[in-house]
């Protein structure tokens, strides 16, 4: 359920994460083991913009499930609030 959540706010999420939200969030997924090292890194490339760093960080979470896209959900809550209550995710 949690990752058709994030598959349904993709785009705004997109849209409207900040790119300091968006390496807080990383940093919390890595610390929750939703991401490993390889991942973080891949993510954080210097040469992305910061919509395609947020492409690749939602699209990521939603394909390992559940499990991961409801810890993605929590820390964007803890991170951001305003973000997260314009996606007005379901939780």
Request: zero cysteines.
């Amino acid at each position: 359920m949690a990752a058709q959540q994030l598959r349904e706010m993709r785009t705004k999420f997109i849209e409207k994460v900040s790119k300091t939200i968006l390496h807080q969030l990383m940093d919390d997924l890595l610390e929750d083991m939703v991401l490993n090292d390889g991942e973080m890194e891949e993510i954080k490339e210097n040469n992305m913009l910061r919509a395609d760093k947020a492409r690749q960080l939602i699209d990521s979470v939603r394909r390992k499930g559940d499990t991961a896209s409801e810890r993605f959900l929590i820390r964007l809550q803890e991170r951001d609030t305003n973000v997260y209550s314009e996606l007005d995710p379901q939780v």
